[in-house]
């Protein structure tokens, strides 16, 4: 059974700090791993990786793939408060389709 | 705004009751994803329609639960005879569908279904 597991479960920082929260997977045929932002209900997409693109960055936020080791992480630099939200990491596997298999998240809080 | 959405935000019932919650996907997509969420976890994978037919559904955890999408747009899920444990948000995505790896879901703001 695939399997999904993030950690830390949950998270507190200082405004300025920079975080890196972690996604380990186990799924029998690697399509993508997705990172997702939920604040309140919907989550947002962030990144997608997958074995041609192994980095993504935008603005603060970067991410990276490790194939071998089988996990991502997410990286933020100079958190801010507006970044305080649920981090979800996501794997799709090539054998069901197209539904993702999510882990329980990371409740990141940013305080001033 | 462009994005997926959903109706209604919030429902309330009482066990044994028929709900159903709404799903309007993104214009031009194609694959359509509903999703349950419980307190302190991931969402949970309930069915995948692509076009209108259900592609998969082996998440639907049983027969109470189904989900329609006649003209492969709009999709309604329908939950029968609701239970205390039904209780959760639901969250719809879309994507463009197709089959490429680089197929991205966009989700929903979610039904939060409270089941007295």
């Known amino acids: 059974e695939d399997k999904v597991v993030q950690s830390p479960l949950s998270l507190v920082v200082h405004e300025g700090d920079t975080v890196t929260l972690n996604c380990s997977y186990e799924?029998?045929?690697?399509?993508?791993l997705l990172w997702y932002k939920q604040e309140k209900k919907a989550p947002t997409f962030l990144f997608m990786l997958t074995s041609s693109g192994i980095e993504k960055k935008s603005g603060r936020l970067s991410s990276i793939l490790d194939k071998k080791e089988l996990s991502s992480i997410l990286n933020i630099t100079a958190t801010q408060t507006g970044d305080s939200a649920i981090y979800l990491c996501?794997?799709?596997?090539?054998?069901?389709?197209?539904?993702?298999?999510f882990g329980k998240g990371t409740s990141l809080l940013v305080t001033p | 705004g462009a994005g997926v959405s959903q109706t209604p935000s919030n429902k309330v019932t009482e066990k044994g009751k028929y709900v159903e919650l709404r799903c309007d996907p993104i214009?031009?997509?194609?694959?359509l994803y509903w999703y349950r969420q419980s307190l302190g976890q991931g969402p949970e994978f309930l069915i995948y329609?692509?076009?209108?037919?259900?592609?998969?559904d082996s998440g639907l955890p049983n027969d109470r639960f189904f989900a329609v999408r006649p003209e492969g747009s709009v999709s309604t899920l329908k939950i029968q005879r609701t239970e205390r444990g039904d209780s959760a948000v639901y969250l719809c995505?879309?994507?463009?569908?197709?089959?490429?790896?680089?197929?991205?879901?966009?989700f929903g703001p979610g039904t939060r279904l409270t089941v007295l």
């Open positions: 329609f692509q076009g209108t037919g259900a592609a998969d």
């Open positions: 214009s031009g997509h194609t694959a």
């Open positions: 799924v029998t045929n690697f399509r993508s």
């Open positions: 996501a794997v799709a596997n090539s054998n069901s389709g197209y539904a993702l298999n």
């Open positions: 995505a879309s994507s463009r569908g197709g089959g490429a790896s680089t197929d991205t879901q966009y």
